[in-house]
């Protein structure tokens, strides 16, 4: 068996593998030393545990949750065969794939199946789809849906701003010592940047599509309700779920979330920049 931990902001990862995975980046930036907060196994199985009690779906994923025990079974892209299942029940914590996919695991498919999610949210953290910049020393989050403008907004501060782009895709928000930070994950998306830096959260944007820039601060309830949907969540187990919840309420009692309607230039970093004074 081969192991190798991870670190995501504060939360170490091990993951124990049946044969030696070789890292390549951006995975290889996040290997940690330290001591594992979790330990993941893989194995292969010939065959993946059968649907059990109500099953949800979402994409590619079905999964069922019976309070503290999560099971998640995969299917290969466009198709209906699962292909590996993450079984985490209290703090045994496997994930099985068939045994006709030996010899093909890589960086890639062991996040994907790892069910970091669960692990980071187990530790007061949430995953949130946004990209990410560093600026003066704090973290700024732009989120929205897929194609209005996430990683545009995040290059568009690079380029005018000097900010440093963080990545254009995820972001992981957790809390440590009652400060909010955000930190890098080792997925971006179409936009191929990921880079493992943490950094107290200054604010978060909610992004819209306009022919003019127009912002406004959300109220609370306004933010809660923005951040929830674009939480990473699928599986989670009961507790978990619970703690994903409350770091958001957290978030939105602390941090300054904002609706940011703008045009794809340099006047919407200006027009953050000044509601910002930054």
Same mark, same amino acid.
């Given at each position: 068996m081969e192991s190798k931990k991870y670190k995501f902001f504060d939360t170490i990862i091990e993951i124990i593998t049946p044969e030696k995975i070789e890292d390549v980046e951006p995975y290889r930036s996040f290997l940690s030393d330290g001591i594992p907060d979790f330990a993941v196994v893989f194995e292969y199985v010939e065959k993946l545990p059968e649907f059990v009690g109500e099953v949800s779906s979402n994409d590619d994923i079905a999964f069922s949750v019976n309070g503290e025990k999560s099971i998640c079974w995969y299917s290969m892209p466009d198709t209906d065969e699962y292909y590996a299942c993450r079984i985490f029940d209290g703090e045994n914590l496997r994930v099985q794939l068939l045994e006709k996919f030996q010899g093909k695991l890589w960086n890639g498919i062991l996040f994907n199946l790892l069910g970091y999610e669960e692990l980071i949210a187990r530790k007061n953290g949430v995953v949130l789809h946004a990209s990410m910049i560093l600026k003066n020393g704090k973290t700024i989050l732009f989120t929205a849906p897929c194609g209005t403008g996430k990683s545009t907004q995040a290059d568009l501060w690079g380029k005018y701003a000097d900010a440093q782009i963080i990545n254009g895709d995820k972001a992981l928000v957790s809390l440590k010592d009652d400060v909010?930070? &955000?930190?890098?994950?080792?997925? &971006?998306? =179409? !936009?191929?940047?990921?880079? /493992?830096? !943490?950094?107290?959260?200054?604010? $978060?944007?909610?992004?819209?599509? &306009?022919?003019? /820039?127009? $912002?406004?601060?959300? =109220?609370?309830?306004?933010?809660?309700?923005?951040?929830?949907?674009? /939480?990473?969540? =699928?599986?989670?187990?009961?507790?978990?779920?619970?703690?994903? $919840?409350?770091? $958001?309420?957290?978030?939105? /009692?602390?941090?300054?979330?904002?609706?940011?309607?703008?045009?794809?230039?340099?006047?919407?970093?200006?027009?953050?920049?000044?509601?910002?004074?930054?």
């Open positions: 909010i930070f &955000a930190g890098g994950l080792p997925f &971006a998306g =179409s !936009s191929k940047i990921c880079k /493992n830096i !943490s950094a107290p959260l200054m604010a $978060i944007v909610c992004l819209g599509q &306009a022919k003019e /820039n127009t $912002i406004r601060k959300l =109220s609370e309830r306004e933010a809660f309700v923005s951040l929830l949907q674009g /939480n990473y969540r =699928s599986g989670l187990t009961k507790d978990s779920a619970q703690k994903t $919840i409350d770091v $958001i309420e957290k978030v939105c /009692n602390t941090i300054p979330v904002y609706k940011l309607d703008c045009v794809p230039d340099k006047t919407a970093v200006e027009c953050l920049e000044r509601e910002l004074k930054i």
